[in-house]
């Protein structure tokens, strides 16, 4: 159940008479009062012997009444507008049920508590079957104003006990870091113009998009302009830009202007002084990122983020998980077709994990940003697609990660965001992998060369060796591990540095994970025959030593 509170100013004629009409796509059916103040208000859906507008004109007036008695010494903002909307999935609630539920929220918001006489007028009205509006006046009638405070918060609280009580879909508590939801004209706006989302979630999601991109302020703008997205900027007295709005082509009002939205009705991390820290933020050191595969890159940065999530501070935590969203916001626009669609579900998804109460340390992940911004530039570096599926493998651990993390901190919302995040990730994941690990299979290599490299897998990690050998994988493994060899590695070294990266206790393939593994480290440059020695003493004395217990968090 959602409630949202909208104030304004005046009379309340022109909500009356948007409850008790037809509805902007004529959506409004059998407009009726449910409840009201005294329980006899004038009722302009059930008046059949007079004319409806005289009955709403005589609501209005009776709600107005304590608003017009103090003249000049009226509050400003006057109207209090709650609808309160039911999911999809409830079911039908009754008149009876609504009036109650009516009188709960105007009791939590301090608009009209239960027995008190001389509280403020209000009305609840349905013209839905799943949703109602409650209409109430900000002066009470012994000329006080309500005492509503934290009154957002304080509804939304009573709706998840309403929830509970009627057995409806029982949504997430918040905390307050949520972006805008879409209203119901957005919603019939949208279906008009024929569009799948509203202007909304389509410009949330291009404006996410072009601060992951862009290095620089005026980067930012140049790719929403070459979106098509309009920018208009608000100047301060100095003449500075103190914030931006935001419109589509093509979405106009009634006088044909175009329909702007503040970067910050967008999503709280999209105002203009937020998206300038995230493009000014910088390490204290200058980070260069080192030439080479910009996959690889993303991939090795992605791969530390459940560190960063388990040992880190909240601060690089949340900075690392931002970072992610970043990444998931543009790897459609480097996928194959046939991907695209659930990959930017994902990432529609796990935005909402991006953020919370914790202040972002955004430096601590200046290399996966810019390694991503590196691909988007370039995608076709990919070259056979393992690219992106080793990020996707790793960003799917990450994932899960977050998830956990969210939950440890209890921010309900962000953590089924996570979790919805990971079921799109594995979909995209099974189609982008399955035709690299066939092509990667048909490569390998003798059986008498595997039988030697199951020999070492299974010393070095018998815990795992078995489900490894028995991987639909194994076959792609062996082929990566013969091309490191010919390249000039040592397999066997390859492979304690693959099973050393990190533990392979969370990873939904064994086989997999190291596949991808060994492929960024075969098209390294080989070392040389000292510094092979130096590598295989190295990674014998790690492999001798005790290793650090991950958090047991495993990909479903």
């Not at 209000?122 to 009638?141: F, G």
């Not at 399955?434 to 595997?450: D, H, I, K, M, Y």
């Amino acid at each position: 159940m959602i409630p949202k509170i909208i104030l304004g100013k005046g009379s309340t004629r022109r909500l009356i008479a948007y409850l008790f009409g037809k509805g902007t796509a004529n959506e409004h059916v059998d407009p009726h009062l449910v409840a009201s103040w005294n329980d006899f208000a004038p009722d302009p859906g059930r008046s059949p012997h007079r004319d409806p507008k005289e009955v709403e004109k005589q609501l209005y007036t009776q709600l107005d009444q304590p608003v017009a008695m103090l003249g000049r010494r009226a509050p400003r903002t006057t109207v209090w507008h709650c609808p309160v909307r039911a999911a999809p999935e409830d079911p039908i609630l009754s008149d009876a049920q609504w009036a109650e539920i009516a009188r709960r929220i105007v009791a939590a918001a301090g608009i009209a508590l239960a027995g008190d006489t001389e509280a403020c007028r209000w009305v609840a009205v349905r013209h839905a079957a799943d949703h109602i509006h409650i209409a109430a006046t900000l002066v009470r009638q012994d000329g006080r104003r309500p005492r509503r405070d934290y009154d957002i918060r304080a509804v939304q609280r009573e709706a998840r006990r309403i929830e509970v009580d009627y057995g409806l879909r029982r949504l997430k508590p918040g905390d307050g870091t949520a972006a805008k939801r879409p209203t119901s004209k957005e919603h019939f706006k949208a279906k008009r113009l024929g569009q799948d989302a509203t202007s909304r979630e389509i410009l949330r999601l291009r404006v996410r998009r072009a601060m992951a991109a862009a290095s620089t302020e005026a980067e930012f703008f140049a790719l929403l302009e070459a979106t098509g997205v309009t920018v208009r900027l608000k100047l301060g007295p100095s003449g500075d830009a103190l914030g931006c709005n935001f419109a589509l082509p093509g979405d106009t009002n009634e006088k044909g202007e175009p329909v702007f939205y503040a970067g910050s009705t967008l999503a709280p991390d999209l105002s203009l002084p937020k998206i300038r820290q995230r493009l000014a933020t910088t390490s204290p050191e200058p980070v260069a990122v080192r030439p080479g595969n910009p996959w690889h890159q993303a991939t090795a940065a992605t791969e530390r983020i459940p560190h960063h999530l388990a040992r880190s501070n909240d601060a690089v935590a949340q900075g690392q998980l931002a970072a992610l969203g970043g990444a998931l916001d543009l790897l459609p626009l480097t996928a194959p077709a046939a991907v695209r669609a659930e990959l930017e579900r994902a990432a529609v998804a796990f935005e909402r994990a991006t953020r919370s109460r914790i202040a972002a340390d955004h430096a601590s992940a200046v290399v996966l940003r810019r390694s991503i911004q590196a691909i988007w530039k370039d995608p076709a570096r990919q070259g056979d697609g393992a690219g992106l599926a080793m990020l996707q493998d790793v960003a799917l651990t990450a994932v899960a990660y977050a998830m956990h993390w969210h939950r440890t901190r209890q921010h309900a919302q962000q953590q089924a965001a996570a979790e919805q995040a990971l079921i799109h990730l594995q979909a995209a994941y099974a189609q982008i992998t399955e035709p690299v690990l066939t092509g990667l299979a048909s490569r390998a290599p003798s059986p008498q060369t595997q039988r030697r490299y199951a020999h070492h897998l299974q010393q070095a990690v018998p815990e795992h060796a078995e489900r490894i050998l028995t991987d639909s994988a194994w076959d792609a493994l062996a082929a990566v591990l013969a091309e490191a060899e010919a390249a000039g590695h040592n397999a066997t070294t390859v492979l304690d540095q693959a099973l050393n990266q990190r533990t392979l206790d969370d990873a939904h393939s064994p086989a997999r994970a190291l596949t991808w593994r060994i492929r960024r480290l075969g098209e390294r440059r080989a070392p040389g025959p000292r510094a092979q020695a130096a590598n295989a003493h190295r990674t014998a004395v790690h492999a001798t030593a005790p290793r650090l217990q991950e958090p047991q968090t495993r990909r479903r």
